[in-house]
Structure formats: C-alpha cells, structure tokens
C-alpha cells in the first residue's frame, strides 16, 4: 500500500489559509535541484545558518551538511526559520563522511565543484552551467576543503578579487556564487525546475510544518481512502 502523494497534498492544504496555500505554490516553481550545495564540516554557528539562509532566498533545495569532525549547528536568529523549508541531508555516521556524500552526488549524475581559491578554477561568471547539475562544495575558512574533496572534484570555480585577502568569508562566497549562477540558470534555457512528484512531496512536507498535529492528520488519512 502507498499513500497518494497528490491526494494527501491536497487533503493538507485544507488546513491553511489561502493566502499561505498560494505563497507555498508560488515559491516551489522556483525551487531547483539542478544545484545544489555541500558544505563539509562548517562549525560556526552563524555562518552555517547564513548559509542555509542563502540557500533558501536563491532557490536551492537540498543542502548535504557533512559532519566530520564538527557538528553541523544552526543559529535560529541567523537562519530565520530557513532550515525547515530546506531538504538538509547529514553525513555523519561513516567513517569516511566526505567520500560517502560525494559519491552519492556523483551516482546521481551531479557534477563536482569544488570551491577553492588556492585551485586554479573557473571564473564563476564563465562557469559552463549548461554542461549538468552540479554539486557546489564549500570549506571552512581556515582549512578550506579537504583532499578527500579535493582529489574527487570535477571541476573548480572561483570568484574575482582584487584585494590583500584572499579568501572570503563562507556565508560571503555561497551567496556570491548562488546569486551569480542562479541568475544566469533562469536567464538560460536549461530545465532546471523540479518535476512535478517531487514538487508535490517538497510542498508536503512544507505543509506539515505548517499544520498542527499534521503526524495525526496523516495517519487519519493513510486509514481512509489516501492509502491506494
């Protein structure tokens, strides 16, 4: 037995307004899955929730946290509610967490881009967003990524600078990068919108977080006639 994912969809948006059920069909046509992003053992707290903050303002659905050896935490104040409208994605279980999600992404056909200003990369403005989806993945400040990354990249993209420093802050460099690719993602002719299933199960899971005591309202539906 499954559950119709449309149906259960449609049962939910009963219990909100409007209002919100047109804001959250709105937003979802511009969700993308063309990139997404990986951000491998970000400790600090505020750059780690600017980041998902980011993410969720450009579009960017699945976050893949890699958890090595720090934990991934988010500061509620910086990130403005932003994790729970994201599919995040943890590794931290393996003994190997930066290889395990790496080669997870690249089963799944997704490009690996490595962002380092100490490679000799790409000009984000020149990158070839046409050529596939792609996985950007961003470092600590200090140590950048790691060679498990780094060895196993496929390409590299950098950004423009013409000061002493020569690096950015993490939260800086992700929304520089998303804001630059993702304008010319919707300016291009590429696909780069969700289909439809999986739309319906992002806004499902968006509309639990929104309805009270949703587990029970789903149960109460997987009893009745939901469950095919």
Known sequence: MYMSSKAFLSHLESFVTENRKELFHKIIEYRTRYITVVLEDIFQ?????????????????????????NKYK????????????????????????????????????YRIVATSPHKKGVDVNNFDIAAGKFALVFGTELQGLTPDILDRADEFISIPMFGFTESFNISVSAAIILHTLVVRLHESGIDW??????????LISWFKTSVKRSDLIEKSFRLGKGCL
Request: net charge positive; hydrophobic share 30%.
């Open 45 to 69: 707290p505020h750059n780690a929730s600017a980041v998902l903050r980011t993410c969720d303002c450009f579009g960017i659905q699945d976050v893949h946290i890699i958890e090595n050896r």
């Open 74 to 109: 988010v500061n509620p104040d910086v990130a403005l509610g932003s994790d729970k409208w994201l599919t995040l994605k943890k590794y931290r279980n393996a003994r190997q967490n930066s290889i395990k999600a790496i080669e997870g992404l690249k089963k799944k056909s």
């Open 193 to 202: 919108k969700m289909k439809p299933d999986e739309k319906n199960k992002v």
